[in-house]
DNA sequence: CGATTATATGGAATCAGATTCCGTTTAGCA
DNA sequence: TGCTAAACGGAATCTGATTCCATATAATCG
């Protein structure tokens, strides 16, 4: 009976019908989202993938599960997108064009934003997984541009990756350009040298 | 000690129980939403109030009236700061304490935050509310300290003000004294001359 | 190929919370 | 004190989430 560990990642042989629902779902998850937003029906994907409700939940227990899994490509898009900033811009230029770079990314996938904030314990894997992901990447960007003498050394990687990110959140109010706009105006202030 | 006006068009008196019961309700919601946050069961508040869900639906048929109620006067107070700062405070300085004063009223009314951004279109007098009041405010605030040439002029009120109060807003993530620098970081972008 | 078995499925049943409805109670008033 | 409109409480209803399990099927083996 040692078999806890074939959650996913692969280790356990899914059944070809269960990889086929799985995906099936996934898709159709992608667009209720994108349309609905993360609050939707559990019902209305299951149905727009075929599937029973059961069978959603037999392969996503969580709606985080879902969410997760959803946006882990585009997360770690946006974090492999840093190294060629790093590669071809000046440091300060670099950090700039990878938090708009973040901006696209909150916007872009509508239930990113809400699901990370939500302050449900239930979602907790959600934002472990993504500032685990998004802090080092942020934390590098913010170390080479204060080596380079552009910005102050004195902001905290992380703090200032979830102040972005919650700037960056979709709603009623704004939108992606207004999100741009307020980012920018984070960067100037890390340009300005420390105040009192 | 305003005396309670009437709560919607009707210049009808309240019975004496009803007025009651409605103060109760106020208060059992603001004690509930402080502990549990907005989305807490409205039979929780009702049974906390010692009224049936019946009666509390009477006086606040949706639950963003009974937010509205609860944080109309810390907005209303909060507005009003800015007069103070205004007539005691540089400019600039003005602006920095005002922003500072909003962050505390988002991160002490935890319902607050979480409400204003929700999207959900039953919430929307609330934004409505919010912005309406706090929007002229900032705007005038903002308009004084680019007069007296300390920070730019190109920056919205409104855009800088749902920016602070998402930022500000409360959850797993984060503390009121991180909202304090992310907010601290926007004012000194405002103090960076324009970049291109 | 057919039998066997572990997996996987669909949707009915159950559960939780929101909202409505209506028979009963009560404040206000003559 | 009696009358009436206002207000009350909570049962009934509705909506959507989550669980459960009898049925179906992919994979494996002789």
Same mark, same amino acid.
């Given at each position: 009976?040692?078999?806890?560990?074939?959650?996913?990642?692969?280790?356990?042989?899914?059944?070809?019908?269960?990889?086929?629902?799985?995906?099936?779902?996934?898709?159709?998850?992608?667009?209720?989202?994108?349309?609905?937003?993360?609050?939707?029906?559990?019902?209305?994907?299951?149905?727009?993938?075929?599937?029973?409700?059961?069978?959603?939940?037999?392969?996503?227990?969580?709606?985080?599960?879902?969410?997760?899994?959803?946006?882990?490509?585009?997360?770690?898009?946006?974090?492999? @997108?840093?190294?060629?900033? /790093? !590669?071809?811009?000046?440091?300060?230029? $670099? +950090?700039?064009?990878?938090?708009? =770079?973040?901006?696209?990314?909150?916007?872009?996938?509508?239930?990113?934003?809400?699901?990370?904030?939500?302050?449900?314990?239930?979602?907790?894997?959600?934002?472990?997984?993504?500032?685990?992901?998004?802090?080092?990447?942020?934390?590098?960007?913010?170390?080479?541009?204060?080596?380079?003498?552009?910005?102050?050394?004195?902001?905290?990687?992380?703090?200032?990756?979830?102040?972005?990110?919650?700037?960056?959140?979709? @709603?009623?109010?704004?939108? /992606? !350009?207004?999100?741009?706009?307020?980012? $920018? +105006?984070?960067?100037?202030?890390? =340009?300005?040298?420390?105040?009192?």
């Amino acid at each position: 009976m040692v078999e806890q560990q074939e959650k996913d990642s692969g280790i356990r042989p899914l059944r070809a019908d269960a990889r086929r629902n799985s995906e099936a779902i996934l898709n159709a998850a992608a667009e209720v989202f994108d349309t609905l937003g993360v609050e939707a029906p559990v019902k209305v994907i299951a149905d727009k993938a075929g599937v029973g409700v059961g069978t959603l939940y037999r392969h996503f227990p969580q709606r985080p599960d879902l969410i997760k899994a959803i946006i882990q490509k585009e997360v770690d898009a946006c974090a492999d @997108a840093a190294m060629v900033l /790093v !590669a071809n811009e000046e440091p300060v230029d $670099a +950090l700039a064009k990878w938090m708009q =770079r973040l901006v696209d990314l909150v916007a872009t996938k509508r239930g990113l934003g809400p699901a990370l904030h939500s302050g449900n314990a239930a979602y907790q894997s959600l934002p472990d997984y993504v500032f685990g992901r998004l802090t080092p990447v942020l934390s590098g960007l913010l170390d080479a541009a204060a080596a380079s003498g552009s910005i102050r050394s004195d902001v905290d990687a992380k703090e200032l990756l979830i102040a972005c990110m919650r700037v960056a959140t979709p @709603a009623s109010e704004g939108d /992606v !350009a207004q999100a741009r706009r307020m980012v $920018a +105006l984070m960067i100037d202030g890390l =340009r300005m040298p420390r105040n009192g």
